[in-house]
């Protein structure tokens, strides 16, 4: 399976990165941009090939690698190879 | 409108992060793990509410400032807010 993984930062928690894209693009003359947050995206393939073991060993990867879930959401996203 | 952009490196350029993801894995004991990318993603809202306007729009984002095209793809989905 190939796994596609989004980690964001949960609401409320402050993102410096999605500030500085705010501004910046609000400088080079974007106007109406607001709410820019930034996250990761992660892929990657998986021999695992029952859709099940495939999103229980991603959410494990997440839990202790991928994200960190005191300020960080995951989302995750599983489709054949 | 709501975009959410995912910007990947492309295909043959070198990704020394998610390597070190996929090392770190497999010495976490996930097995069968390859492929691993990482890349970025962004939310942002625009006050334009024409889907082909606002796709214009973050499409002139990602070529002046979110993404460098030379090595790394973008991908922009819209939705309502």
Known sequence: MK???KVTLKTGVLDPQGKAIEHTLSA???GGVSGVRQGKYIELELAEADEADAHAAVKAMCEKLL???VIENYDIEL???
Chains 1, 2 share one sequence.
């Open 28 to 30: 080079l003359g974007f």
């Open 3 to 5: 796994a596609k993984v």
């Open 67 to 69: 994200a960190n879930t």
């Open 79 to 81: 489709e054949p190879l």
